[in-house]
């Protein structure tokens, strides 16, 4: 950790950082950007196949959490585990 992050009263957040927010995966908009015109550029002999593609997808992650059914506190369905397998990892 750098010292503005654990000390922010004594080490002053440096000058290029300020009013920048956090993007510790770096600039995904401009990459999300540079892909879809990628993209366009690719199929562009064709009728927005890109735009499409990337509203249907948006349609999607808006209706799948609706639909999507929590089994657990962290979101997953317990089962058990076939004996075969059990036994396959008892043997690693």
Do not use: W
């Amino acid at each position: 950790p750098t010292p503005h992050n654990v000390d922010p009263e004594n080490n002053l957040t440096p000058i290029k950082f300020q009013d920048v927010p956090v993007q510790n995966l770096g600039d995904r908009h401009a990459a999300y950007i540079e892909h879809l015109e990628g993209c366009r550029s690719h199929y562009k002999s064709q009728t927005d196949p890109c735009d499409l593609y990337d509203y249907d997808q948006k349609l999607m992650n808006l209706r799948q959490p609706q639909s999507m059914q929590n089994y657990t506190k962290e979101g997953f369905k317990k089962i058990r585990a076939p004996d075969r397998f059990v036994e396959l990892i008892k043997g690693f």
